[in-house]
């Protein structure tokens, strides 16, 4: 069992699911939001193709401010950029999305812990 650890920045405030405004900022922070978490998730050790991965997410604000339970919405883009970079659809993911903050970072973090296990480990 390998676990991989990717780390984000905080997300766009677009991509709150319940966000005021146009469709645009929406749709340019998810193209941007995916493709970065891709990028990420390519870099040596490159992750690998596992359908079925579990994921445990952890949110790290740079204040302690704000619903957590909002922050499920705003993963979706940073998970299916990682899924890209698997080569794989989410579907068979199962994320493991946090109750609460885990601490404090000055510039705000998401941190993905992805195992890589076959299902013989599991």
């Not at 995916?34 to 579990?54: F, M, Q």
């Not at 922050?71 to 299916?80: E, F, L, S, T, V």
């Not at 990682?82 to 199962?94: P, Q, T």
Request: hydrophobic share 40%; proline share 7%; aromatic share 8%.
């Amino acid at each position: 069992m390998t676990v991989r650890t990717i780390e984000l920045p905080w997300p766009s405030q677009d991509l709150t699911p319940h966000a005021k405004g146009g469709k645009w900022p929406k749709i340019r922070a998810t193209k941007q939001a995916r493709a970065l978490a891709r990028a990420v998730a390519l870099e040596k050790p490159r992750i690998k193709t596992v359908p079925d991965a579990v994921i445990f997410v952890e949110y790290w604000p740079k204040a302690r401010r704000g619903d957590v339970h909002n922050m499920h919405g705003r993963m979706k883009a940073y998970i299916d950029g990682i899924a890209d970079a698997m080569g794989c659809d989410d579907r068979g993911f199962r994320v493991d999305f946090p109750s609460v903050w885990a601490g404090n970072d000055p510039k705000g973090k998401v941190v993905f812990r992805v195992v890589e296990a076959s299902n013989e480990a599991r």
